[in-house]
Each structure stands twice: as C-alpha cells, then as structure tokens.
C-alpha cells in the first residue's frame, strides 16, 4: 500500500508539473505575443506623431534651411544664429504687451475695458510671424512681417489680422 500511495503521489506530482510547464510555457508565450504587439502599436503610433510634428513644422525657421540662410552673411561676426533669433524675436514681440493700450502689433484697436495682448507666436521663416492674441473675450490672429535692422534691433509691421466671433 506504502508502494502504491508512493506511485500514485510520483504520477499526480508528475502531471502536475507537466501541466504547470505548459501553462507557464504558454503564459510566456502569450505575453511575448502581447508585447510584441503593443511595442508595433506604440511604434506606430510614434511614426504616427513624428509625422504630423514635421507636418506641423513645415513652415518654421527652424526647418527652413533656405530661410535660415538668409541670416548667414559674408562675415562671420555678422553671422545671426536662428536659434538665438526666434526666442530673441518672441520676446521683442511680446514685450509689447506691457503697453497700457495693449499691443499695437495685434493690428486692434482696444475695443472693450480689455486690451488686446499676444499669447502665442510662430515664427514661421526669415520675413513671417503668426501670433495668436485676446482681451479676455475677443480672440484673434495676426500675420506680421518682422525685419532685423543693421543694429540688430527688430522691427514689426502688420499684414494681416483676424478677429474671430465671439
């Protein structure tokens, strides 16, 4: 009897392990399956992103190599960097917000108790900006031409602007 309850425990230990080592072989398997998967999807869906991010960036100094250029000179101490000029740009820009009438590059008069600041800008090549501004109720844009003098000061004149319905 001792011998038997010997074989039977050896045979249900041995059935048990092959069964965990299948369930566990395929749990592995499964979740091999899964990442794999869920890799390709983020995978995709990061292409996906960079895409539209380049698309969004089409017209930008930074990825206009012909508008950036533009800036380069015959000498080197006259040479404006773009990535120094865009921030220096916006902020120029949008220290005219300090303005007790607002900001006059928004191409608005002050219509309500309100005046009409900058919030965003876009610093689209060598010639263009596009800026997003408000009062607080009114939203607009603006296109502007924006010009570096021989001073290196920066100089603004309004295209076009835009007011949107309330």
């Given at each position: 009897m001792k011998k038997?309850?010997?074989?039977?425990?050896?045979?249900?230990?041995?059935?048990?392990?092959?069964?965990?080592?299948?369930?566990y072989s395929k749990q592995v398997a499964y979740e091999q399956d899964r990442y794999e998967k869920?890799?390709?999807?983020l995978r995709d869906s990061l292409n996906s992103v960079t895409t539209k991010l380049n698309d969004a960036n089409y017209?930008?100094?930074?990825?206009?190599?012909k508008a950036q250029n533009y800036f380069e000179s015959g000498t080197s101490e006259k040479m404006?960097?773009?990535e120094?000029?865009?921030?220096?740009?916006?902020?120029?820009?949008?220290?005219y917000n300090s303005n007790p009438k607002g900001n006059p590059y928004v191409g608005q008069d002050q219509i309500g108790a309100n005046k009409?600041?900058?919030?965003?800008?876009?610093?689209?090549n060598h010639r263009w900006i596009i800026a997003d501004y408000n009062d607080g109720d009114i939203?607009?844009?603006?296109?502007?031409?924006?010009?570096?003098?021989?001073?290196?000061?920066?100089?603004?004149e309004v295209n076009q602007t835009l007011l949107y319905q309330k």
């Open positions: 038997s309850f010997l074989l039977y425990a050896f045979i249900i230990l041995a059935l048990m392990l092959v069964f965990t080592y299948s369930f869920t890799t390709k999807k017209f930008s100094l930074e990825r206009n190599e404006i960097k773009y120094e000029l865009i921030p220096y740009v916006t902020e120029k820009l949008l220290d009409f600041i900058i919030n965003k800008v876009k610093v689209l939203w607009g844009e603006v296109l502007l031409k924006y010009f570096v003098n021989e001073d290196e000061s920066i100089s603004f």
